[in-house]
């Protein structure tokens, strides 16, 4: 992934390799410390991390202990490949802890020793669905020395295959457990982090040297006291599985061309996985929660409105909500937003944050295959070879322009001119050339769009199957982003001999098409949930009383005056609708799951949240 357009936001500073500078301004935590990069965001958790290099996502892991991961590769936080990159491993993506206070037991209030058994574990897995970082390469763990004021390594792990990490410790993820034992290590603001060796591959072809190399995948950092080398366990159901879109084809695509087959375009058979992370020594009871809400009218489709509660009595299951009659509906117009909610509740569960799964299907103005994310880059060497990606048109409609996501290479190497084209079909295969606008490149996105918009000189119909892509003039490898989470590999096809063949890498490529009036693909207006830096906070959850706690972090953003709220019961029917304060009576609601709607006067911004009444 050379450049990664999830990744295009704010400049963060390069953290010093040699010295262990908290972010300014950021308060040392206390034990327990606990990320498993399940929460929304692309970027780790400013309230446990001091810096952003890594990628937090849900795609790069190969079956997770939970859905999250922060990834390692060799690229800055603004997904552009890091300068330095050589074929030698070079220091690369580094995850920082704010400082952490181990001076003290806050439990028995005395002073923290390395009598209080301290530990530090997390999961760890190179590859995932990504690149495998070479023998050479690999990733290191630091503790900060406090007295000596110094960075001292206490673990790494040489690069290697997914397929060798299988094959030596029998599982697609390593847990690891370091005891915190150096006195020197005890403090107010003691502080680890980890960072890997990345490197690029000496290709003849400038062009394939992307930052799309080395990936390690980490999960599930948990540090705490009391803990031994036999502490693996974590009472915690989590979901481990991703799901991005309940239609067959694609992530998104316009409402219009949706309407027009809708019942053809759903896929009625998708699930996800959870797990327990317990000892599996009894049974437990699980609750699955599905729904999918229209974001235009706020009104919710409950396949199940009694949450079936399974009896777990292994590691893993399956959750597949029964919607085989559903297809989405709604009265917007030209565009609509739904949002659509997996739920796993248990109890105990030290971890909610990892119980809910959830996207929002966008039928915008254009078509998707791809979710956003590359992990990898494809491109042709060969001059004059052809790209072509297959779409379908239910109904007679326009293309206005084309997105293309390019991979950053070093020095811009796969800045090379090319034509766009558009096809129709010829049984199955790109036929005729229907458009071409000669003399383009791959250009970059800038800090406003996550693809780049090529507009055509003229609109060009179509109906039915038709084809975008490119002509390249050079040998050079356009590197374009390549989704390998999606397979829509039957519609890549390319011709370097005259003849069109499928492509034999599982994935897709990172083009979409723009239909309608409009040249500029939609992008919809964010939700609060949807921005990082704001959450609804509710606590306990659980709620064992008659009041609702209720807050926001920032709220001096968001005053909690301009916002009212509903709460629904597991039915969908409305129990409570007031202004939004942060205690609410909720004295007159049964025990249950619940769903508070939290969402500004203005119509412009919404947040919800589940939470449990356990009277």
């Not at 390249?472 to 063949?501: A, C, E, I, P, R």
Request: charge should be negative; proline fraction near 5%; aromatic fraction near 14%.
């Amino acid at each position: 992934m050379g450049s990664n357009p999830s990744l295009i936001h704010a400049e963060v500073p390069k953290l010093e390799l040699k010295k262990g500078n908290t972010k300014g301004g950021v308060k040392a935590v206390k034990l327990p410390f606990i990320d498993d990069f399940s929460r929304a965001g692309v970027y780790p958790q400013q309230q446990l991390w001091a810096d952003r290099y890594v990628f937090v996502n849900k795609s790069y892991a190969v079956n997770p202990p939970s859905y999250g991961v922060a990834t390692f590769d060799a690229m800055d936080e603004k997904g552009a490949v890091y300068s330095n990159m050589s074929t030698f491993p070079t220091v690369a993506d580094t995850l920082s802890s704010v400082g952490i206070r181990l001076d003290s037991n806050f439990s028995t209030n005395t002073v923290m020793s390395p009598a209080d058994s301290v530990y530090l574990s997390f999961y760890i897995q190179p590859q995932g669905n990504g690149d495998k970082p070479q023998l050479e390469d690999s990733i290191v763990l630091q503790f900060y020395n406090q007295k000596d004021d110094v960075w001292q390594s206490v673990w790494n792990m040489e690069g290697m295959s997914i397929d060798t990490m299988m094959a030596r410790y029998g599982s697609e993820f390593l847990q690891v457990l370091i005891p915190i034992k150096d006195s020197a290590y005890f403090g107010a603001n003691f502080k680890f982090r980890f960072y890997n060796y990345a490197s690029i591959p000496d290709q003849n072809i400038p062009s394939w040297r992307s930052g799309v190399f080395d990936h390690w995948n980490l999960d599930y950092v948990f540090l705490d006291v009391h803990r031994t080398m036999n502490d693996v366990f974590h009472n915690d159901v989590a979901i481990s599985g991703n799901v991005t879109t309940l239609l067959k084809d694609y992530q998104s695509m316009p409402w219009n061309q949706f309407l027009a087959n809708a019942s053809a375009e759903m896929d009625h058979t998708k699930s996800i996985k959870y797990k327990r992370l317990d000892d599996i020594a009894a049974a437990i009871n699980v609750a699955q929660y599905f729904s999918i809400q229209n974001l235009d009218d706020k009104s919710f489709f409950f396949p199940n409105p009694n949450p079936a509660s399974v009896n777990m009595s292994t590691v893993e299951r399956v959750f597949a909500p029964g919607y085989s009659s559903y297809t989405y509906n709604s009265n917007a117009s030209p565009y609509a937003d739904f949002k659509v909610e997996f739920q796993t509740l248990s109890s105990p569960d030290e971890n909610r944050y990892n119980d809910t799964l959830k996207f929002f299907q966008r039928f915008y103005n254009y078509y998707a295959y791809d979710d956003g994310i590359p992990e990898a880059g494809y491109g042709l060497s060969t001059a004059n070879g052809q790209l072509a990606i297959q779409f379908h048109a239910n109904t007679a409609d326009s293309i206005q322009s084309v997105q293309f996501f390019f991979n950053q290479t070093l020095a811009a190497a796969n800045q090379q001119y090319f034509d766009l084209q558009i096809w129709n079909d010829n049984n199955g295969v790109p036929g005729s050339v229907i458009y071409t606008q000669a003399g383009v490149r791959p250009e970059y996105p800038s800090p406003l769009f996550q693809y780049y918009t090529y507009e055509l000189d003229h609109a060009v119909a179509v109906n039915g199957t038709f084809y975008v892509g490119w002509k390249q003039l050079t040998k050079d490898n356009l590197n374009v982003g390549w989704d390998k989470t999606n397979d829509h590999s039957d519609q890549v096809m390319y011709n370097v001999t005259g003849n069109w063949f499928t492509s034999s890498f599982d994935g897709c490529a990172m083009i979409r098409p723009i239909l309608g009036s409009e040249k500029q693909a939609y992008v919809g207006i964010p939700s609060i949930e949807e921005n990082t830096d704001i959450q609804l906070i509710i606590a306990p959850n659980p709620v064992q009383s008659n009041q609702l706690h209720l807050r926001f972090t920032g709220e001096d953003i968001y005053p909690q005056h301009q916002y009212e709220l509903r709460i629904y019961n597991i039915s969908g029917q409305l129990v409570i609708q007031s202004q939004y304060e942060n205690n609410i009576d909720i004295s007159s609601l049964q025990s249950g799951i619940y769903l508070i709607q939290v969402f500004s006067k203005d119509g412009k911004q919404q947040i919800n949240k589940k939470f449990i009444i356990n009277k």
